[in-house]
């Protein structure tokens, strides 16, 4: 919270955000970077490539219909664009799907925080009975040892492993891959020291997020997802059916809360909010600063702050997360 201070009063004081803002936000955050230009051993290396097989893989959904893919579409942002996905049995889930880009870096994963890791997450859902709905994680193995192509795949991700084929490496192959999937943005040019990497429009948005208390719970690389935050922290929600880690954990102390997500990417990962009830970046913006904030945004304050949310926007991997074909010759490698 002294950042926090620190940066608006500094802001406010010099009163000439463009040439200030670098230094003041970085003081909140270090820009995000990708891992490409990291080094990996070959073992690493083919658990990412492991992982992105998995990632794309419908025949370990019950009906061979579903992927990680399929709610998480790396090509939309790792997200499909629907209110509440429909899985395997053909119903809607209870909560809407997060994007996967930038969620290894999260504090925990799905809106309550139930699971630790990328790692851990990408277990649930192939067992969850509205999603991929497999039986048990018993069945995934039979079905993983029964293609060929995987065997080599799994003994080169993990050598060292008696029987590389389980189902904690297939959680672990996917998170591997999932670590990569970072978009820094023209944001993080900015921080860099690219002072003309943001519009003015742009800079006023930035501006009007430190004034207007955003950071408070927006903060850290992601601009968001590294805490827990009452939903109707002035105002109540209106939807109180879901009442967030409550669910979870049974602590009254807890209804109402859900992981803070992240702001990378929002412009492109809509509806909003665990239950898509925002379909569009301004009304969800409004919806922030009368719920969170008690504020009645302004017209041009909701102009600006979309334009700073569309700035954190970055450009997908797209080589990384193309889909690779198993080799011709059956032996389970890349072509």
Known sequence: MKHLFLIATTILALGTFQATAADAFDVLRPSLKRLDDQPRSAEDQSKVDLGRHLFYEKRISLNN????????DLKRY????????????????????????????????????????????????????KEMAMPNAAEVIKRLKSFPEYAPLFKAAFPRSADSINYEHVGSAIGAFERNLATPSRWDAFLDGKKDALSTAELAGAQTFVTKSCITCHAGTLVGGQAY?????INPWPNQKDQGRFDLTKKADDKMFFKVPSLRNIAETGPYFHDSSSTTLADAIKRMGKHQLGLDLTAKEVTDLAAFLKALTGPLPEAYIKQQPFSAKGSGTLE
């Open 229 to 233: 935050m009452k939903l109707g922290l």
């Open 65 to 72: 219909t579903m992927s990680c893919n399929t709610c998480h």
């Open 78 to 129: 790792g997200v499909d664009g629907e209110g509440f996905s429909k899985g395997v049995p053909g119903e809607r889930v209870g909560r809407n799907s997060p994007t996967v880009y930038n969620a290894y870096a999260h504090i925990a994963q799905f809106w309550d925080g139930r699971a630790a890791t990328v790692e851990e997450q990408a277990k649930g859902p192939i067992l969850a009975g």
